[in-house]
Each structure stands twice: as C-alpha cells, then as structure tokens.
C-alpha cells in the first residue's frame, strides 16, 4: 500500500491547507519551535510549508527522507538553506509578486506615519491632549528626497509611488545594470552617498550574508540629523544596537521598521523607550488582495510538486529532482 503524502506546516494553523490539500495528502500542523524539532518532524513529510517563522537548514534537510518540495509563502527564501536543498534533489517555490503592492503601499504609509507623527497624534487624543498637536511639527513628502535601498519589484514599487508623491527618487542596487527600469528614478552608484543626500531612506534588500547589518552606525551617521529610516524588507539588514544609538543620540530623525531580527519583538528591546521609533508586528504583506493571491499560487504549487513536477515559480532552477521517494 502507498504511503500517503503529508504536507507539514510547523507554525500557526493549518486551516486553509487542511480545507486546500485534504482530498490528496494529509495536512500535519505541529509547532516547531527548533532546529531539532523540524528535523524530527520533517523525516516522512512530502511538501513542507515554510515562511520565516522558521529556519530550514541543512540538518533539517538531511533529516527530510521523503521531501519533494518546499513551499516558501514569500518573495524571499533567506530562512531556507537553498544549496542545501538543492544538493537533495528537493523544489524551492516561493511567491515572487503575491504581496508586491501590499508591502509597497505599508511602506509608504510608514513613511507618513513617520514624517507626519501620526501614531504621537493619535497617542495624544487617547490620552487627552489635543494640544499636544502644536508639538507634532512635520514635513511634506514634496519635492523630498527618497532613497531606496535595493531596487527589485517592491523597491520599484516603492519608487514609482512616491515619484506620484511628488518626491525625487534615487536608489541603491549594485545587481541591477543601467538603464533605471522606472525612467524617473535614478541610479546612485554608492551607498554613502545615497544615505548622505536622502531625506527619507526605505530599505528593500533580501537579507544575505553581505547584506546583513548593511545598515550600521557608520551608515546612519552619515546621513542627515533630519532624514528618517524605514525598514519592511528583513530584520538584520540594519544592525539594530547601532540603530538605537542613532535614534537616541539624534544622529536621525527617527525609524520605522515593520521587520526585526527577533520576532517578536523582546520586552526588553530598548527600541521599546524611544520615542522617535515606529515599529509594527511585521504586517506589510497582509492585505485581503494580496492573501486570495498567494493561497491560489500556493495551491497550484503545492499540488505541481506533489506529483513530482517544478513548480509554476521554481527558485533552484539547477536541482535535479529525486528519482526515489518513500
């Protein structure tokens, strides 16, 4: 008799995967909150849903006898060892413009939120101080000038949106050749030099080993004591202890950041006692459009690699897929 296939997901709930998948594999949703523990759970499973709620690494792949595939809910797939699944004949896919716009847009309105002191304001008239406005001077986004870090889709997205704001745009991308895919954003060819003239820096770079604590506090010194930093890509991009020194010296204005190294947050993190910092609970991509998005390419990707074939969005484009399965 067959083994039945099995599709794990190792964090939150399981519903829609359970109501998705259930006529053609069972659907196994235990917490695994270890390196340990996925690799334990993984032994017998076919597909692993995976996000950055967990790290897929090595040891938990040498460990994964029966995987077919991965399924990264995200753009990115930094939690995954990728070579390592390669070298076991395992597919990678993952959702490369499922929540584009959605993680565009948050990035914009952290920007205002940002520039304009609305969460202080609305902080003010919980507490009964309407007056406490008259403190809440801001800045108009017009004629301002934005710098993206990393420029692919949501870095362009980003661009274009804030071109329509009227801002001026320039960014940073050293993998990406000239000409600027959005004609009315220009290419700077040095970080430094980018963060020394923007008013406003928005951060869109995956997290590898050369980007990580790409923003450190030699960079935020460098850039104006009234410019303000936004973060919605990854954790571990800006080095956060240099970026408290840089908020609680006014080295900058402030920071918005929707991503952390360590989520959630720590109770203990002195971000917590700033006030010139913005931090949401890494939310940019939950939006109701871009969630029917995923769950379709989700669906078609997990049930092409269940029966053995590349999915519609294959990362490791090299692997040669196992010939033997249990």
Not at 166 to 172: A, D, K, L, P
Not at 244 to 249: F, G, I, M, T
Not at 290 to 311: C, F, R, T
Request: net charge negative.
């Amino acid at each position: 008799m067959a083994k039945e296939k099995v599709i794990l997901k190792p964090y939150g709930n399981a519903e829609r995967e359970r109501k998705a998948f259930s006529h053609i594999a069972g659907v196994r949703n235990v917490s695994c909150q270890t390196e340990q523990e996925l690799a334990e759970a993984i032994s017998d499973v076919d597909i692993l849903i995976a996000d950055v709620d967990i790290q897929v690494t090595r040891k938990v792949l040498e460990n994964a006898r029966c995987l077919r595939g991965i399924m990264a809910c995200s753009i990115g797939v930094d939690y995954i060892d990728v070579p390592a699944a390669t070298e076991a004949g395992v597919y990678i896919a993952n959702l490369p413009d499922y929540c584009v716009n959605a993680v565009a847009e948050f990035a914009i309105g952290l920007i205002f939120s940002m520039c304009r002191h609305i969460p202080k304001g609305t902080n003010y008239v919980n507490s009964g101080n309407w007056e406490g406005r008259r403190l809440l001077k801001g800045f108009e986004l017009y004629e301002k000038q934005l710098g993206v870090v990393g420029f692919g889709k949501i870095g362009q997205a980003v661009g274009q949106k804030a071109v329509g704001l009227g801002m001026h745009v320039s960014y940073y991308d050293p993998y990406l050749g000239p000409p600027s895919p959005v004609p009315s954003c220009l290419p700077v060819s040095d970080l430094g030099q980018l963060l020394a003239n923007s008013d406003v820096i928005s951060v869109h770079v995956p997290l590898t080993e050369r980007t990580k604590d790409l923003i450190s506090f030699d960079e935020l010194s460098s850039m104006k004591p009234t410019a303000s930093l936004i973060n919605v890509a990854r954790g571990g991009i800006v080095n956060e202890g240099d970026l408290y020194r840089a908020l609680d010296e006014r080295r900058i204005a402030g920071a918005a950041l929707d991503v952390l190294a360590v989520e959630p947050i720590e109770e203990d993190s002195p971000l917590l006692s700033l006030d010139n910092v913005i931090i949401t609970p890494h939310m940019a991509w939950n939006t109701v459009e871009a969630k029917e998005k995923a769950e379709l390419a989700i669906s078609e990707q997990v049930e092409q690699m269940l029966d053995g074939n590349a999915p519609t969005y294959l990362v490791n484009k090299e692997v040669v897929p196992r010939k033997e399965l249990c």
